[in-house]
């Protein structure tokens, strides 16, 4: 009896420590509040919900669904900026002057001169056709950045959009990029800047960002004097991966947007925050941190506020009852007398097996959670766990074996990508941690004992280069490099 009070109190006090933990990291906190009251200068406006693409144009949204979205952004912005002049059965200008919102008009540019002279001419209409609404036509966005346009050539295509329309005619590119093809600020009549200072080559934290920005605007107007200087890109993700110390986050994000808004209002910066709305489509070129950018989430849920506390997770109370009701499964097997605890065993295995799936397949989607998938993933954990239920103990080690070897090779497969090209890649920390240790606990991995020390020393230069990568500030990579080391580890000593 006395074993199992203390046994009881034991979980009871395990149960009190993890919602302590949940609540330290979601509860809400402090940030000093706006002092501005005056509407947002422009945001990026792109109208896809959640399944919608623009890589697939049978997916494009509504014209309700857009009509809605402006609706809900008038009186907070003055204006919206696109990026192309083609695409969905709408005409938005239209639909922007009803709301009573301004457009920035942007015409997408890239290497396919075809598409190029299509968005030209389709811009050049919509700022003739809408000239009151459209303020300023905007032609190619980070072309010089990503290649896909020589300078020359550039040049020529603003000069055909300027000699077209009466709006002022602007280029955008990341302020970099300005400051190496000075020549082209004479074929425009704004020069449109980008100053991302969590995407900086060397990444600038959420609370001294908007002194960066004010610096960077002031070598700007230092090195083209007389040029109207237009901030066109803006913000910080509420998720995703650190950057060096440059941490996302609801919490940052707001302190970010608090004070650069009333830095911007002070200064009368012309600017445009990226962006309304969250876009889930980015994560397949961006991660997960190119989904979250927005002061709305995609279902339209306001994550901004000029007031008040900050929840650093909104969803921390769902989040603490999953992991108490896992605990309580866990408990509830691991509780039953000695002879009993083969049947706990396997549902640990069970366990072990959907977090492998789970990890499989966030790591072939690049990390996209959409329902059809999570639903797959519990599909096959209650396949696994009824398999593993009905498996004897010598079935359930040879398989468990075979789980740990697989783990071993996909916790290699998600690694080495984030070791290699890290700017745009979430770290794997949870399928590390939630399914990698299960897999692994009290298990020899399958297979020759050579192929366990290539995926050993394999993981270990990966914790290494993720570490460097992140730096000393960048406490999730250190973190995600530990638990590597864990593995490499543990294939170490097996493969000895």
């Not at 192309?84 to 639909?95: S, V």
């Not at 449109?192 to 960077?216: F, G």
């Not at 890649?425 to 399928?431: N, S, W």
């Not at 020393?457 to 250190?478: K, N, Q």
């Amino acid at each position: 009896m006395a074993g199992r009070v203390r046994s009881t109190a034991g979980w009871l006090a395990g149960a009190v420590l993890l919602l302590l933990a949940f609540w330290a990291r979601g509860h809400a906190v402090f940030v000093p509040p706006m002092r501005s009251t005056a509407p947002i200068e422009s945001l990026s406006y792109a109208p896809f919900r959640p399944g919608q693409s623009p890589l697939a144009p049978a997916r494009w949204p509504s014209r309700a669904q857009v009509a809605a979205d402006l609706a809900l952004l008038a009186g907070k912005t003055r204006a919206i900026r696109t990026y192309g002049a083609i695409g969905g059965a709408y005409d938005l200008p239209a639909l922007a002057r009803a709301a009573g919102l301004h457009v920035w008009q942007g015409i997408w540019l890239s290497a396919d001169a075809a598409a190029n002279a299509r968005e030209i001419a389709a811009g050049i209409a919509l700022a003739r056709a809408h000239p009151h609404t459209i303020t300023r036509v905007i032609v190619g966005n980070e072309v010089l950045l990503r290649g896909d346009l020589t300078e020359p050539a550039l040049a020529a295509m603003l000069d055909r959009v300027r000699a077209a329309v009466r709006q002022p005619v602007a280029y955008a590119d990341v302020w970099e990029f300005w400051a190496k093809n000075p020549a082209l600020a004479a074929h425009v009549d704004q020069m449109m800047v980008h100053v991302l200072p969590y995407w900086e080559n060397h990444p600038v934290p959420a609370d001294r960002a908007v002194a960066h920005i004010a610096r960077v605007l002031a070598r700007m107007a230092q090195e083209f004097p007389g040029k109207p200087i237009v901030l066109g890109e803006t913000g910080w993700p509420s998720r995703g991966h650190w950057r060096g110390a440059a941490a996302p986050g609801r919490v940052a994000q707001t302190r970010f947007l608090r004070a650069f808004l009333d830095r911007a209002a002070a200064a009368h910066w012309d600017y445009n925050i990226i962006e309304a709305f969250d876009q889930h489509w980015k994560v397949a070129t961006e991660g997960s941190v190119g989904t979250a950018w927005g002061l709305w989430s995609a279902d339209r849920h306001a994550k901004f506020s000029r007031t008040g506390p900050v929840a650093r997770d909104p969803d921390w109370p769902l989040h603490a009852a999953l992991a108490l009701a896992l605990a309580a499964l866990l408990a509830a097997f691991w509780d039953r007398p000695a002879g009993d605890r083969s049947h706990g065993r396997r549902v640990l295995l069970a366990c072990a097996a959907g977090g492998l799936l789970v990890a499989a397949d966030q790591a072939l989607a690049a990390l996209a959670f959409t329902p059809a998938r999570l639903a797959l993933a519990a599909l096959a954990l209650a396949g696994q766990a009824g398999l593993a239920i009905t498996l004897g103990r010598a079935q359930a080690r040879r398989l468990h074996a075979w789980l740990a070897l697989a783990f071993l090779v996909l916790a290699l497969a998600v690694s080495v990508p984030v070791a290699l090209w890290p700017r745009y890649r979430d770290l794997p920390t949870p399928l590390l941690a939630l399914a990698g240790l299960a897999a692994l606990a009290g298990t020899v991995p399958a297979g020759p004992r050579a192929i366990r020390a290539v995926l050993a020393a394999g993981l270990g230069a990966s914790a290494c280069a993720i570490a460097v990568h992140g730096g000393l500030a960048d406490r999730p990579a250190w973190l995600c490099a530990g638990l590597l080391l864990v593995l490499a580890g543990a294939g170490a000593r097996r493969a000895a």
